[in-house]
T-cell receptor, first 117, second 116 residues
Framework: EPEVTQTPSHQVTQMGQEVILRCVPI?????FYWYRQILGQKVEFLVS????????KSEIFDDQFSVERPDGSNFTLKIRSTKLEDSAMYFC???????????????FGDGTRLSIL | AQKITQTQPGMFVQEKEAVTLDCTYD???????LFWYKQPSSGEMIFLIY??????QNATEGRYSLNFQKARKSANLVISASQLGDSAMYFC?????????????FGAGTRLAVHP
């Protein structure tokens, strides 16, 4: 069964450094997402991406964050200057083989655990 | 106001018994979708089951079924014949369809422990 792939599984970074989290969504999906989960807390939406542009973003997704689909397969989340509070599990998800995706679940990757020192 | 409420921070069940995990939601959108995800201790998020707001029948997927009560705005997950491998965190999530937005809003989760 096709799956969403995320790399790396664990990233340790010094505060203030840039980090790029990588995702390969399911190949025929059109909608891509990033979520994060701070340890012990609920999963929070960060950003959704469709047709090569951001379709929605949360208040968490400030100027320090950016997303990119540099080629036909990868979808990346960049944090420009990491802070201690960016430490979390970051999940990539994809969904939707058509314009209406309400009945199609978002399939999540296994996540990248980001630790900021 | 909370959009998704899971009132049970923790539940336990005996192996082979059925268990119900509660989820209530709040939306004024007539078109929405409800999802359940399982998160084992290893951390990944596994899609379990989906219920659309216009679906006439309750969704079922193997041992998982969704008790959808639209008037009460509840979408409880029922796991039948519990197995030790069902021990995990379970999240209820909602997608509001109006405006074309696809983001999922998650509840706080319920930790299920299955005892032998």
């Amino acid at each position: 069964e096709p799956e969403v792939t995320q790399t790396p599984s664990h990233q340790v970074t010094q505060m203030g450094q840039e980090v790029i989290l990588r995702c390969v969504p399911i190949s025929n999906h059109l909608y891509f997402y990033w979520y994060r989960q701070i340890l012990g807390q609920k999963v929070e939406f960060l950003v959704s991406f469709y047709n090569n542009e951001i379709s929605e973003k949360s208040e968490i997704f400030d100027d320090q964050f950016s997303v990119e689909r540099p080629d036909g397969s990868n979808f990346t989340l960049k944090i420009r200057s990491t802070k201690l509070e960016d430490s979390a599990m970051y999940f990539c998800a994809s969904s939707g083989t058509g314009l209406v995706s309400g009945d199609q679940p978002q399939h999540f990757g296994d996540g990248t655990r980001l630790s900021i020192l | 106001a909370q959009k998704i409420t899971q009132t049970q921070p923790g539940m336990f069940v005996q192996e082979k018994e059925a268990v119900t995990l509660d989820c209530t939601y709040d939306t004024s959108d007539p078109s929405y979708g409800l999802f359940w995800y399982k998160q084992p201790s290893s951390g990944e998020m596994i899609f379990l089951i989906y219920q659309g707001s216009y679906d006439q029948q309750n969704a079922t997927e193997g041992r998982y079924s969704l008790n959808f009560q639209k008037a009460r705005k509840s979408a409880n997950l029922v796991i039948s014949a519990s197995q030790l491998g069902d021990s995990a965190m379970y999240f209820c999530a909602m997608r509001e369809v109006s405006g074309g937005y696809n983001k999922l809003i998650f509840g706080a989760g319920t930790r299920l422990a299955v005892h032998p």
